[in-house]
C-alpha cells in the first residue's frame, strides 16, 4: 500500500472516530423512530449538515494554514480569539464532552453495574481520557490504529444486519417539516464545529509525516473523505433502522432506551454489551480529540501560561462535573447554544470555500456579524420573528445574512485590514 494512501486511511480514521460520538449513535435512530416512512428525507438531512458541513469545514480550514484560527482572522484578530474559545468551551467542557461521559454510563456501565455511583464511573472515564490526551505525540495513530478499527466493526455488524434483517415495519407517522427538522437534527452532533477545532490536530499529524503545500492539501481532501463515507454509512444505516422501530417503542421511551431496545431486537441478549462498547469506544474517541484541541488551543493562546497538561485536566474536571447532569439535561442545554454558534460557523465556512467570488472583506465581516445577531435573536425565549423568510423552520438567520453579504458585496469598499 502507498505511503500516502495508508496515511490517508490512518488519519480518516482517526477523524471519523473523533466525530462519531454520543449524538451521532442517539440522533440518527431516534429520527428515524420520529420521522417513519419518510426516512429518506430524514437521511438526505441529516448527512447534508452532519456529513456534508463537516467535510465543507475542513476544506475551508485547508485553505490557510488548516487551522480555524486562520479562518476566522479574517473577520479581525479578537473575533478570532474569542469566537474560538467560545467554541471550545460550549462544545468541549459545555457540551460534547460531558455528553460522551454521560452517554457512556447511561448506555455502557449503569445497564450492566447499576451499582457503580456515576460519578466514579465518569471519573474512571476521564482518566482514561487524560491517559491517552497526555501522550499528545500519539494521539492520531493511537485513535487512528487501535481504537477505530474495533468501533467500525461493531457499527457494521449492527447496521448491516439491521438493513438485511428488519426488526419492524417502517411504518407512517404525523412527522411535519420532517427535512428542517433533519437538518437541525444534524445540528445535535456538532461535527461541523468539532471540524473546525479538530483541522489542527490533523494538519499538524500530516505535517509529521512530511506532507505540505499542495500535498497537504490533497492529503487532508482524501482523509476527510474516508471520515465522511464513514460517517454517511452510519447516519443512513441508524436512520432507517429507526424507522422500523415505529410500532416497536413507546412514545415515551428516550433516546438510550431505543438504542437499547434496538440492540436487543438485532443482536439479541448480547445486543446492549455490544452497543455499549460501540457507544463507550465512540465517546472516548471523541473526547480524547476535543480534549487534545481544546488544551492546545489555551496553551498557544495563553502562551505557555496555561500549559497543555493544566488545560488538559481542567476541562476535564468541569467535564466531569456537567457530565453528571445527565444526557437528556445536556442536549436541553445544548439546542439553544448551537442555534447561535452553528449560523456563525457556516457562514465563515460558505465565505472562505466561496472567496473566488465573495472578496470582500468588510461584506464578510458584516455576513458574519448578521448571523451572529439573528442567530441570538432567534434563542431570546418569547421573540417571535415569523414574519422573517424560514424562520418558521430554525433557519430565520439565513437571508439576512445573505442579504447583508450582498449589500457588502456591492455597496462597500474591499479592505483587508
Known sequence: MKKSTKDSLVV???LFSMFFGAGNLI????????????????????????????????????????????LSSKIGPKFSVMFTAILFIAVGPMLAIPRTAATTYELAINPFFSSISPFIAMAIYFLINLFFVLRKTSIIDTIGKYLTPALMVLLFILIVKGLM?????????????????????????MDAIAALLFAG???TSLKSKGYENKDMSKMILKSSLVA????????????????????????????????????????????????GIAMGLACLTTSIGLLTAGANFFDKISKG???????????SIISLGLA???????????????????????????TTILSKYINNIRAMRIGVYTSL???????????????????????????????????????????YK
Not at 48 to 62: H, K, M
Not at 166 to 189: C, F, K, M, R, W
Not at 244 to 259: E, M, R
Request: a positive charge; proline letters at 5%.
Open 12 to 14: 480518516g480514521f482517526a
Open 27 to 70: 440522533f440518527p435512530t431516534f429520527l428515524g423512530n420520529t420521522i417513519g416512512s419518510q426516512y429518506l428525507l430524514g437521511i438526505i438531512g441529516f448527512i447534508i449538515t452532519g456529513v456534508g458541513l463537516p467535510l465543507l469545514a475542513i476544506i475551508a480550514c485547508s485553505k490557510g494554514d488548516g487551522t480555524f484560527k486562520t
Open 165 to 189: 434483517m428488519p426488526i419492524g415495519d417502517i411504518a407512517h407517522t404525523n412527522a411535519t417539516n420532517v427535512l428542517s427538522n433533519s437538518l437541525l437534527e444534524g445540528y445535535q452532533t
Open 201 to 203: 490536530i490533523i494538519t
Open 228 to 275: 465522511v463515507l464513514g460517517l454517511a454509512f452510519v447516519y443512513g444505516g441508524l436512520t432507517y433502522i429507526g424507522a422500523q422501530t415505529v410500532n416497536l417503542a413507546s412514545s415515551d421511551i428516550g433516546k438510550t432506551g431505543l438504542l437499547i431496545l434496538i440492540s436487543k431486537n438485532i443482536l439479541g441478549s448480547a445486543g446492549p454489551i455490544i452497543i
Open 305 to 315: 501560561k496555561l500549559p497543555f497538561k493544566f488545560n488538559a485536566i481542567l476541562i
Open 324 to 350: 453528571t447532569l445527565g444526557v437528556d439535561k445536556i442536549i436541553v442545554l445544548s439546542v439553544p447554544i448551537l442555534n447561535i454558534l452553528y449560523p456563525v460557523s457556516i457562514t465563515l465556512i460558505a
Open 373 to 415: 445577531a439573528f442567530g441570538v435573536i432567534f434563542a431570546i425565549p418569547g421573540v417571535n420573528l415569523s414574519f422573517i423568510p424560514l424562520a418558521s423552520i430554525g433557519f430565520g438567520w439565513l437571508i439576512p445574512t445573505v442579504i447583508s453579504i450582498i449589500i457588502g458585496c456591492l455597496f462597500l469598499s474591499k479592505s
